[in-house]
C-alpha cells in the first residue's frame, strides 16, 4: 500500500530533551515535507526537500532540523524541544513540488 | 504578499444545501490552487485543484470557481452530504520558492 508513515503518532516530552520525528515513504517521491498544524492558523511549512540533495527551509523553521540522506526518509528533529512546538505534526511527499501531498497520519507533540 | 485568507472559519450547512468556502490571495506569482480536505485524525487529502487559466473545475459536487483579476477562488459543495462534514483547506502555490502556502482551514459541518 502506498503511504506515508510517521513515528511516533504521539509524544508528550520535556522542555530541551532531544526528540525525533521519524517519516517515511514507498511511493519513490522526490519531494518531502514537514508542515505543523494549530488551531486557526492552518498548516504551516517547517521545512522541505526537493530531492536528496536538496532541502530548505519553510515558514517556521526555527527550533527544527531535518535530513534527507535517502530518498524515503526524510526525520524532523528537534534539538532542545521548548512548550511553543507543542503542535500536531504532518510529514507529506510528492513526485514533484508542485504535485499532489501526500499526507502522513500526523505526530502529536507535548512539549511539558 | 504569502498570504493565502479563508473565510469562514466555521460553516454549518444543512443537508442537501450549498456550502461555500472562499478564499483570497495577493501575490499573482501563485500558479496552482489546490483544496485539501481533512478528517477528524487524519492528514490532509487533495480534493480537487486548479490553475489560473481556468475559470471553473468540476469534479462530481465539487467545483472550484477561480476569478483571477479579484484574485480570488472558492469551494462550492453541491448537494452537501453529512459525510462530508470535515475541515477544508485551500492552498496556492509559489513555483519561485517550491512552497505551497496554506489558507487557515474551515471547519464545515453538515446537518442532518
Known amino acids: 500500500e502506498a503511504q506515508v508513515t510517521q513515528n511516533p503518532r504521539y509524544l508528550i516530552t520535556v522542555t530541551g530533551k532531544k526528540l525525533t520525528v521519524t517519516c517515511s515513504q514507498n511511493?519513490?517521491?522526490?519531494?518531502m515535507s514537514w508542515y505543523r498544524q494549530d488551531p486557526g492558523l492552518g498548516l504551516r511549512q517547517i521545512y522541505y526537500?526537493?530531492?536528496?540533495?536538496?532541502?530548505d527551509k519553510g515558514d517556521v523553521p526555527e527550533g527544527y532540523k531535518v535530513s534527507r540522506k535517502e530518498k524515503r526518509n526524510f526525520p524532523l528533529i528537534l534539538e532542545s524541544p521548548s512548550p511553543n512546538q507543542t503542535s500536531l505534526y504532518f510529514c507529506?511527499?510528492?513526485?514533484?513540488?508542485?504535485?499532489?501531498?501526500?499526507f502522513g497520519p500526523g505526530t502529536r507533540l507535548l512539549v511539558l | 504578499q504569502q498570504q493565502v485568507k479563508q473565510s469562514p472559519q466555521s460553516l454549518i450547512v444543512q443537508k442537501g444545501g450549498i456550502s461555500i468556502i472562499n478564499c483570497a490571495y495577493e501575490?499573482?506569482?501563485?500558479?496552482?490552487f489546490p483544496w485539501y480536505q481533512q478528517f477528524p485524525g487524519k492528514g490532509p487529502a487533495l480534493l480537487i485543484a486548479?490553475?489560473?487559466d481556468v475559470s471553473e473545475k468540476k469534479e462530481g459536487r465539487f467545483t472550484i470557481s477561480f476569478n483571477k483579476s479579484a484574485k480570488q477562488f472558492s469551494l462550492h459543495i453541491m448537494d452537501s452530504q453529512p459525510g462530508d462534514s470535515a475541515t477544508y483547506f485551500c492552498?496556492?502555490?509559489?513555483?519561485?520558492?517550491?512552497?505551497?502556502?496554506w489558507g487557515a482551514g474551515t471547519k464545515l459541518i453538515i446537518k442532518p
Open positions: 507529506a511527499s510528492s513526485l514533484a513540488a508542485q504535485e499532489t501531498q501526500y
Open positions: 511511493m519513490n517521491h522526490e519531494y
Open positions: 526537500s526537493m530531492n536528496v540533495e536538496v532541502t
Open positions: 501575490n499573482t506569482a501563485f500558479d496552482y
Open positions: 486548479i490553475r489560473p
Open positions: 492552498a496556492a502555490y509559489l513555483d519561485s520558492n517550491y512552497q505551497l502556502i
